[in-house]
T-cell receptor
């Protein structure tokens, strides 16, 4: 079973617009990670935020984490056609290893 | 490119046949994971190795599935007596203990006819 749920399931925007994807999860976590998947490159790690962090930036990516609401958001600013992909949140847990539980993903389409 | 590699990339087999997939992780990574992904869903955890020790198996991994990592380097995932429901993308990932980001291979797409 999957821990997280992404919202929306699909998102269609124009190049240059911002894209926001949300993720909710059910149990306590150690960290939350976002991955991108497209047919050309498979699953690629984007950014990790730890449970004691509230916000993190990496280039055009901004991730927030609200552990009280068990939710996270991923913002992609100034989107490009190359950002077209599926985006997954994945929760990681403490306890000595790094098993990830993925959500069902958001399919993002960025139109030129 | 010294990323995670998987072989084969595609496998078509008939129901009831056995199949074996191979994963070669990033060389310095001691942690190796197998996931399964079906169309429109996120990856689902199957099993985890730390070095050669298999430390966790998902309930998704029925008795027909077995995974090994004999020398703590490459890993194999075998499915015996395949069923149509086994059709999926099988993903392998590796990581260090810290940081916990996982690096995924391109996957093996299994089709059971």
């Amino acid at each position: 079973s999957q821990q997280g749920e992404e919202d929306p399931q699909a998102l269609s925007i124009q190049e240059g617009e911002n894209a926001t994807m949300n993720c909710s999860y059910k149990t306590s976590i150690n960290n939350l990670q976002w991955y991108r998947q497209n047919s050309g490159r498979g699953l690629v790690h984007l950014i990790l935020i730890r449970s004691n962090e509230r916000e993190k930036h990496s280039g055009r990516l901004r991730v927030t984490l609200d552990t009280s609401k068990k939710s996270s958001s991923l913002l992609i600013t100034a989107s490009r056609a190359a950002d077209t992909a599926s985006y997954f949140c994945a929760t990681g847990f403490s306890g000595g290893y790094n098993k990830l539980i993925f959500g069902a993903g958001t399919r993002l389409a960025v139109h030129p | 490119d010294t990323g995670v590699s998987q072989d084969p990339r595609h496998k078509i087999t008939k129901r009831g046949q056995n199949v074996t997939f191979r994963c070669d992780p990033i060389s310095e990574h001691n942690r190796l994971y197998w996931y399964r992904q079906t169309l429109g869903q996120g990856p689902e955890f199957l099993t985890y190795f730390q070095n050669e020790a298999q430390l966790e198996k998902s309930r998704l991994l029925s008795d027909r599935f077995s995974a090994e990592r004999p020398k703590g380097s490459f890993s194999t995932l075998e499915i015996q007596r395949t069923e149509q429901g086994d059709s999926a993308m099988y993903l392998c990932a590796s990581s260090l203990a810290a940081p916990p980001e996982q690096y995924f291979g391109p996957g093996t797409r299994l089709t059971v006819t």
